[in-house]
């Protein structure tokens, strides 16, 4: 007698025709708090400060109703979430996302194989955990979000969303239109596929409206909270002549509003007392006065930024892109 397979939660919802609602924004929120450094983005407080992620996971859920540390830092990340997500009756999610290794068409294989090895690890770790699903986001190029795809579906079964990024030219960076990726995606069989990070709601609703008149899976959608323009359609090329000098081509990209309180903090007018914003904006006025506060080891490090950074670990596919983004 075969025994039944158990049901999954996720793929459950999405066959009643339910609207999930994910968020995300988590490295962004926990550098605003002064528990992340930007420019490497690597979220050591998931081990140092577990009871803030925690927080942050509850917080979310309230609002919606390094590498020699790698595998620490995945399953404790993943206790986390899985803590809040049996508390609170929702879907607990793994997560992989683009690996800045891929380099395109002419890669080598042991490039490919690389990053194989990584998402296979990671999703391992997820399963191991119990997910729901997993998410794979943030790429750039349709080729590596197909491998993502496959090791999620074929090496470890799991309900898998696809989400990619499209740049200021319409286009993944490996040259495909947003129809023909999700297409391809949706071919390779994601269960969920669509567009996070990067676009703005004005510059990535066109692209939902476009898709959804020819993919049949669900869609997802996650844009970041800025104000995009046709003109300037992703964050990453909104500009601002007000920035002071030594900013990345007058870009507000994680600069403007702690540079902007760094420089009233300067200022020779400025009060004897202050305060202003959130804990990452003080941070950047005690830091203009002189002063280290503990929080001071995770101010901004645009250095290892992947494509606006200087490190010499970086990869050129990536930083000659930085004007595309």
């Known amino acids: 007698m075969e025994c039944a397979q158990p049901r999954n939660r996720f793929l459950e919802r999405l066959q009643r025709g339910e609207s999930i609602v994910c968020a995300e924004g988590y490295v962004f929120e926990l550098e605003r708090r002064g528990y992340l450094q930007?420019?490497?983005f690597v979220p050591l407080c998931v081990l140092e400060h577990p009871q803030v992620v925690r927080q942050?996971?509850?917080?979310?859920?309230?609002?919606?109703?390094?590498?020699d540390a790698l595998e620490q830092l995945n399953l404790a990340a993943l206790r986390i979430a899985k803590e809040v997500a049996d508390e609170t009756?929702?879907?607990?999610?793994?997560?992989?996302?683009?690996?800045n290794l891929w380099e395109g068409k002419d890669q080598s294989?042991?490039?490919?194989e690389s990053v194989r090895e990584m998402f296979v690890e990671q999703v391992k770790w997820a399963k191991q955990a119990g997910v729901d699903f997993?998410?794979?986001e943030t790429f750039g190029f349709l080729g590596e979000a197909l491998l993502a795809n496959e090791v999620i579906k074929e090496e470890f079964d799991l309900p898998s969303v696809v989400t990619i990024v499209i740049h200021q030219d319409g286009k993944t960076r490996d040259g495909y239109s947003a129809v023909?990726?999700?297409l391809a995606l949706e071919k390779a069989g994601a269960d969920v596929v669509g567009f996070n990070c990067y676009r703005g709601p004005a510059t990535m609703l066109p692209l939902i409206e476009s898709v959804a008149k020819v993919i049949k899976t669900p869609l997802a959608a996650l844009p970041v909270p800025y104000r995009t323009t046709e003109q300037e359609p992703t964050f990453f090329c909104l500009k601002d002549d007000q920035l002071p000098k030594g900013t990345v081509n007058g870009r507000p990209f994680r600069w403007r509003s702690t540079a902007s309180c760094a420089r009233a903090s300067r200022s020779p007018s400025s009060p004897s007392v202050q305060g202003a914003g959130r804990p990452h904006h003080i941070r950047s006025m005690a830091e203009a006065l002189g002063r280290q506060p503990p929080a001071s080891r995770f101010s901004p490090d645009i250095s290892?930024?992947?494509?606006?950074?200087?490190n010499a670990i970086l990869k050129p596919v990536n930083l000659d892109h930085k004007d595309k983004l």
């Open 38 to 40: 930007a420019g490497p």
């Open 56 to 67: 942050l996971h509850l917080d979310f859920l309230r609002l919606v109703g390094k590498e």
């Open 89 to 99: 009756g929702t879907l607990f999610a793994g997560n992989i996302c683009n690996s």
């Open 109 to 112: 294989a042991e490039v490919t």
């Open 134 to 136: 997993v998410i794979a």
């Open 180 to 182: 023909e990726a999700l």
């Open 304 to 310: 290892k930024h992947f494509a606006f950074g200087t």
